[in-house]
């Protein structure tokens, strides 16, 4: 059975398509920059190695985007299907799915409405989410099934003492003003991927997993079930994020609102907390934390303490679950600073040294490849830490492949 799942963004889409019987990655790639003209960037892999990365003046919609990727699919000289048909089904990552996805599900009419209702919770996402599942409707017809999995899914059993907010109750009953919890497709693969590694005792483990990108996101997991995670009602709360603010305290909207008097519409307040706050915003840099770690290195002094506060509050987080869950037995890494950024693994687990956290820094600066997990902490440290790199694609073909 051939899966090819879609992860479209605000600007990207990224597929891959996988053989769920052996799950054998065939192809993947990503479309970039798809609604800036002449700038948009294909790159296509085959069995890891790159074919195509190149800039198109072609693409300029999802729609086109996919048009291009069925061109290459069935490419003569270079794709990996002979006809359309051999795609089985295609799955879609959606971000929040409220409370009426607790699993996958087929995309209908209904389904679309409910992605739609939910986008003023995440309106980064669920909007783009919703461009691509409709582009592919359009490119790809009825014939082939269409599946959305949820980041939400993964929190709908989180304690009520835990997801409830303190605000009017009546809230909850009317509007379901609640915390949800997000990127939990990678919390969940990364979390199983360290017990097929470590072969812990699902039922006797506490686990901490960091995912750490442009979106952060933080998830205790005790005995196997979610305890607590960073992001709340949308995936704007947590750690401070590439343009995305992270938690504060509600008075710091009020008074923007009271000082900038040209605030008039919530699209503007949504702006500034989405895509102009976060490291974007302390280092006045970029939200690329790439970008920042060169400047820090340079002396820059924004740059410098837009990695203090993110590093103090990871830290925070850590802390709080660990205190959550009366211990820990281990703390996991990934995203893409979680992946491939060492000083700041480094700079986190000292701060746990107290509970004999032990990491060898010799292997955690020298990570080529975390795909199958990297063992960073020494064989005597209380608490082990993993680097894992995440693979949501599997995991949404693998969600499918169980449903079907």
């Known amino acids: 059975m051939k899966i090819l799942v879609i992860n479209s963004g605000s600007s990207s889409l990224k597929y891959k398509l996988i053989n769920i019987i052996n799950k054998k990655v065939i192809c993947y790639g990503n479309i970039e920059r798809i609604f800036i003209k002449n700038e948009t960037i294909f790159s296509y892999f085959v069995n890891n190695k790159k074919v195509i990365y190149e800039k198109s003046s072609n693409i300029t919609d999802y729609e086109s985007a996919l048009k291009y990727l069925i061109k290459i699919l069935l490419d003569n000289n270079i794709g990996v299907i002979k006809n359309i048909q051999e795609i089985d089904v295609?799955?879609?990552?959606?971000?929040h799915g409220g409370k009426y996805f607790a699993k996958p599900v087929l995309i209908n009419s209904d389904v679309c409405e409910k992605i739609k209702e939910l986008e003023s919770l995440a309106p980064l996402h669920n909007h783009a989410n919703l461009l691509g599942i409709k582009s592919c409707q359009k490119i790809f017809g009825s014939e082939i099934k269409q599946y959305a999995v949820f980041d939400t899914s993964y929190y709908l059993d989180l304690p009520?003492?835990?997801?409830?907010?303190?605000?009017?109750?009546e809230y909850y009953e009317k509007y379901n003003i609640r915390k949800y919890g997000f990127h939990?497709?990678?919390?969940?693969?990364?979390?199983?991927?360290?017990?097929?590694?470590?072969?812990?005792?699902?039922?006797n483990t506490k686990i901490i997993s960091c995912h750490l990108g442009n979106g952060s996101s933080i998830t205790a997991v005790k005995n196997g079930k979610v305890v607590e995670t960073s992001m709340g009602i949308s995936p704007?709360?947590?750690?401070?994020?590439?343009?995305?603010?992270?938690?504060?305290?509600?008075?710091?909207?009020?008074?923007?609102i009271k000082k900038e008097k040209n605030l008039d519409k919530i699209e503007k307040l949504e702006e500034i907390f989405y895509k102009s706050s976060g490291l974007k915003s302390i280092s006045g840099i970029s939200s690329d934390d790439r970008d920042i770690t060169i400047q820090e290195n340079l002396g820059n002094k924004r740059a410098?303490?837009?990695?203090?506060?993110?590093?103090?509050q990871i830290i925070k987080y850590i802390g709080g679950y660990i205190s959550v869950m009366n211990g820990c037995d281990a703390i996991i890494f990934t995203g893409g600073i979680g992946e491939n950024q060492p000083v700041h693994r480094e700079r986190i687990c000292e701060s746990f040294e107290y509970l004999n956290l032990k990491i060898n820094k010799n292997i955690n600066n020298n990570i080529i490849n975390s795909?199958?997990?990297v063992k960073i902490s020494f064989d005597s440290s209380n608490i082990d830490v993993y680097v894992i790199s995440t693979n949501e694609e599997l995991?949404?073909?693998?969600?499918?492949?169980?449903?079907?």
């Not at 969940?188 to 360290?194: A, L, P, Q």
């Not at 995991?395 to 079907?404: F, T, Y």
């Open 184 to 203: 939990g497709i990678s919390h969940k693969y990364v979390i199983e991927k360290y017990f097929e590694i470590s072969k812990k005792n699902i039922n």
């Open 160 to 169: 009520d003492y835990v997801y409830t907010y303190s605000v009017p109750y």
């Open 304 to 312: 410098i303490l837009a990695h203090k506060i993110m590093i103090h």
């Open 395 to 404: 995991a949404i073909a693998q969600e499918i492949s169980n449903i079907l």
């Open 371 to 373: 795909e199958t997990g």
């Open 236 to 256: 704007l709360g947590g750690v401070i994020m590439g343009t995305r603010s992270g938690s504060l305290d509600p008075a710091v909207i009020f008074q923007i």
């Open 90 to 95: 295609i799955g879609h990552r959606v971000v």
